[in-house]
Structure formats: C-alpha cells, structure tokens
C-alpha cells in the first residue's frame, strides 16, 4: 500500500513538473492543464484497479484461511 501511494505523489509531482515546464517554454496553460487533467484520470482509474486488485487479495486470503483452517480441524479429528 506504502509503494502504491507513493508511486500516486511520484506520478503527481511529475504532472506538476510537465506543467511547469510547459509554462516555461511559453506553451499554452490550457494545453499544459487538459494535459494534467488526463493524467490525474489516468492516475485515478489506476488506483481503482489497484483498490479492486487488494480487495480480491484480501478475499483470496480469507477463503485460503478458511480452507486451511477446515482441513487442519478433520486432521484433528481423523486422529483423535
């Protein structure tokens, strides 16, 4: 999750930098924000399908939890 949130600030501050560098070449502002708009949607459509990614993980988890945890209870009762 550490690594995911700051890929997100990385991602951002590189947006913000092509912003700056647009604006120093004398390139149009509204080029350089429609630019940056993209990008935060991109940037946001990206964190979604992580969001979506982590929730099937814990889901995972859980179920294999389960599994184990009932095939470990009819051991127990297998030797007993």
């Known amino acids: 999750?550490?690594?995911?949130?700051?890929?997100?600030?990385?991602?951002?501050?590189?947006?913000?930098?092509?912003?700056?560098?647009?604006?120093?070449?004398g390139m149009d502002i509204e080029k350089a924000y429609i630019d940056l708009i993209i990008k935060i949607d991109y940037l946001n459509d990206e964190i979604l399908i992580l969001k979506n990614q982590y929730k099937l993980l814990l889901d995972e988890k859980a179920i294999s939890t389960q599994e184990r945890?009932?095939?470990?209870?009819?051991?127990?009762?297998?030797?007993?």
């Open 1 to 25: 999750m550490k690594k995911t949130l700051f890929k997100v600030v990385v991602s951002i501050f590189c947006a913000f930098s092509v912003v700056g560098s647009y604006s120093e070449e």
């Open 69 to 80: 945890t009932e095939s470990e209870g009819g051991l127990d009762l297998e030797v007993a």
